[in-house]
């Protein structure tokens, strides 16, 4: 259909009156009604006039037409005779002047401008006329102000227009609307101060309501703030209520100190002070008024649910509004890092299994055995006489005949013309040729697979590191989507508490890590070496967080601009471990290598390897291992990825003959439990009082086969148990194996793993005659729990 402009005329059906009366105009009209009433000194009521200029800017010419009738019997319900009738002249010239002007942003500036003179003109004329009979500079004061008073009160209220007309559920208020607000709220409050039913005023439950709400929302200092201005502007109205400022700032400094204590306790609190109050200040003739006047405001604010105090709190709180937007800001990061983490996993899993592929099919198998078959037809056959007939007319059993000779070159290594086949001896007349020819090109198929080996060795130790870098992203995604939680309410506490004790901070970053852990980061100022950050600052976060916290590391990170230093407190360990060692080589240099210490979040790693045999050559290999399983573990790399890492990079580039044994222990220093792995290595122990356990190790060493299965061991360690572990040379200077290490570790009674470790080292070398055969290690570590 063809784009056609239609004029539409104004028909008020159904639709129409839904937004002509619509929820949104409620407190629109509301305000229209008690706003005008509400007057200063005895004569002047600037407000009604005042909010009927700010909404014409803001609402239709029919809003406009009902919002002015409204304001009118606002005006005559206050029976004040002349002084409402040219109020409400002023109302009917601006809905005249508001129906003539075009609607454009400078509407409200003119209106503006004609309330003020005609307003002043009419004030004048009828306190002349019909007020003071007579000509009196104080009524030209009088009006001069009122006038003035509507065109500060308009540019008030506009800023509230938005919020108050908005159809739409609002999450965000700015200052001004909420300073608006509230002047509206007290307006209306006045404006109810000749509101009764059998006593019960509807001014007083309004404001109690209002002041008891804000109270237990925003705190005593808020509640006490809007207490006082309800009772100032309620005296303003009601010169027999100068104690009402007093009383409803006092009310709602009791609501919000009570705050904490639940509603029940806080509206006990509100109504006994309450009646205390007016107790003091006017008499026992109203309690029962009093009463009524606060019970009926109490039982509907039990009666709204908590959740809607808290969505009304964040609403007026812009500390809370910003911590709302930070947390969702928060959260997108953490989405779009996630989903960023999560392409990169993808895409490197992929490059995994890609890499992973076996690429040693049968068909490529055939393939080269094709292709070796027809280079030694080409070097042989190609000048032969007898060609043809071997190849065209006897080709399967030629075929068959070259296969066999491969065959048989393949069990024996070399051959010679007089190893050629029978069948195939009696018919080529080129045998020297064919062994010959044969030898070399086996042997250079030998050599390509040989490095086709390397390089298939290599790919497995990319595809494996590969796979340790998608898992460590798994990791990464996990915990930047779920499990990192920012702790805006606890990062407060703490600043409070450190600058209570004087202690130095620009800032303080608070968060539960994956573990659900405490981490707290302080900022501040470097102090030149001093080590401040290391004596007061733990002492006052754990008390303040109510968990035993401590410096992650004893060195600080300072920013390259030298102006800010931060360091890092976790939360305390619930076990602590101290390892020893002893070790002694057969030659110059050790073959046994080894590490122990904190690896990150609360684990404690120990590691020993063996190389083969002794001396340099052993000591690379161990060396090797050692380096890459510490590296790996440090970096977040899951231990089975780690491990076949370091068996590939063994396997690729070392000699056939070369291999180190992993004895690996992995103790979570929160929960005690430990996990073991080995591989190839000696057999371990854990004593334990009076008894000793052996852990034995079922696989291979790394290195020698290309794929190894890894097998681990979980076990609660206990309050001063001992974990001892040794390399074969200490197992095997004694036939019993571990018996006699079981024996010796009962006889030893000490709860120091030095002496342990030397002990046993020492019954070694007693083994061995007191000399060394073979390199010893032995790594005592004890565990005990922290109180």
Not at 4 to 23: H, I
Not at 358 to 369: A, D, H, Q, Y
Request: net charge positive; aromatic share 12%.
């Amino acid at each position: 259909m063809p784009y056609k402009r239609v004029n539409r005329e104004f028909k008020f059906g159904e639709k129409e009156k839904l937004k002509l009366f619509g929820y949104q105009y409620l407190l629109l009209y509301i305000s229209m009604f008690f706003l005008p009433r509400v007057f200063v000194f005895k004569s002047l009521m600037p407000f009604g006039i005042a909010f009927f200029l700010a909404a014409c800017g803001f609402i239709s010419k029919k809003n406009m037409f009902v919002s002015g009738l409204i304001t009118i019997l606002g005006y005559i319900s206050t029976f004040k005779g002349y002084v409402a009738y040219y109020h409400v002249l002023t109302i009917l010239f601006l809905m005249i002047i508001a129906f003539l002007l075009k609607e454009n942003k400078n509407k409200i500036f003119k209106m503006s401008i004609f309330a003020f003179i005609f307003n002043l003109i009419n004030s004048i004329f009828f306190h002349i006329k019909f007020l003071s009979k007579g000509f009196l500079t104080y009524d030209v004061v009088l009006s001069l102000l009122e006038s003035m008073m509507i065109l500060a009160s308009c540019y008030i209220f506009t800023y509230g227009m938005p919020a108050l007309l908005s159809n739409r559920k609002r999450k965000v208020f700015s200052k001004e609307e909420l300073i608006c607000i509230g002047i509206l709220i007290a307006g209306i409050v006045s404006g109810m101060w000749d509101v009764n039913y059998y006593g019960i005023s509807l001014k007083n439950m309004f404001a109690f309501f209002v002041v008891l709400v804000t109270g237990y929302v925003k705190g005593a200092d808020m509640g006490c703030a809007i207490g006082a201005i309800l009772g100032f502007m309620i005296s303003i109205c009601d010169t027999k209520m100068p104690v009402a400022v007093g009383i409803y700032a006092i009310c709602g400094l009791i609501s919000g100190i009570f705050k904490e204590v639940g509603k029940i306790i806080t509206c006990i609190a509100f109504i006994t002070s309450t009646a205390l109050l007016y107790f003091y200040t006017i008499g026992l003739t109203d309690i029962n008024m009093i009463f009524l006047d606060t019970i009926i405001p109490i039982i509907i604010f039990l009666m709204i649910p908590q959740r809607a105090y808290d969505k009304f709190s964040i609403l007026l709180d812009g500390e809370k509004q910003e911590l709302q937007l930070q947390k969702s800001y928060i959260e997108r990061i953490k989405d779009i890092t996630g989903l960023k983490l999560n392409n990169i996993f993808n895409t490197v899993s992929s490059l995994s299994k890609i890499l992973e592929e076996n690429v040693n099919n049968e068909l490529s198998k055939k393939s080269e055995i094709n292709e070796l078959v027809e280079k030694l037809a080409d070097k042989v056959c190609i000048n032969c006489e007898r060609r043809n007939s071997c190849w065209d007319k006897e080709l399967y059993y030629t075929y068959d005949s070259f296969i066999e000779l491969l065959r048989y070159i393949e069990k024996k290594g070399m051959i010679s013309s007089a190893d050629i086949p029978e069948s195939l001896k009696k018919k080529c007349r080129r045998p020297n040729e064919l062994s010959k020819q044969a030898n070399h090109l086996f042997e250079i198929l030998r050599l390509n697979n040989r490095w086709r080996k390397k390089i298939t060795n290599s790919r497995k130790i990319v595809a494996e590191q590969t796979k340790g870098i998608s898992q460590l992203l798994k990791n990464m995604i996990d915990e930047v989507a779920t499990t990192v939680e920012f702790k805006n309410e606890i990062e407060n506490e703490i600043e409070v508490a450190l600058d209570r004790k004087g202690l130095e901070f620009e800032d303080v970053l608070a968060i539960k890590n994956s573990r659900n852990k405490f981490e707290v980061t302080v900022y501040r100022k470097p102090c030149s070496g001093k080590q401040l950050c290391s004596r007061e600052y733990a002492a006052v976060i754990s008390k303040t967080l109510g968990v035993n916290m401590e410096r992650e590391s004893n060195k600080c990170t300072i920013d390259k601009n030298c102006f800010m230093c931060q360091f890092r407190f976790v939360e305390s360990v619930n076990y602590n471990i101290i390892t020893a060692v002893s070790k002694a080589s057969k030659e110059n240099i050790s073959g046994d290598n080894y590490t122990f210490g904190n690896i990150g979040q609360g684990r404690y790693m120990i590691a020993l390897s063996d190389g083969m045999g002794s001396g340099a050559s052993a000591s690379n290999e161990s060396k090797t291992t050692i380096s890459l399983l510490e590296k790996f573990m440090e970096a977040g790399f899951e231990r089975n990825a780690a491990i076949k890492a370091i068996n590939s990079v063994l396997v690729l580039r070392s000699c056939d003959e070369c291999f180190s044994t992993i004895d690996m222990g992995l103790i979570d220093l929160y929960s005690g439990v430990a996990e073991f792995v080995k591989i190839g290595s000696a057999p371990a122990f854990i004593k334990s009082n009076f008894n000793v356990d052996v852990i034995n190790s079922m696989s291979l060493p790394v290195g020698i086969l290309d794929d190894i299965d890894i097998e681990s061991q979980i076990i609660q360690l206990r309050n001063g148990d001992m974990i001892i572990t040794v390399s074969d040379g200490v197992i095997d200077s004694n036939p019993e194996k571990e018996k006699w290490i079981k024996r010796a570790l009962n006889e030893f009674d000490s709860g120091n793993p030095k002496d342990v470790a030397d002990y046993l080292l020492y019954k070694a070398k007693e083994n061995y005659g007191n000399k060394i055969g073979d390199d010893m290690t032995v790594m005592v570590s004890k565990i005990w729990k922290n109180i």
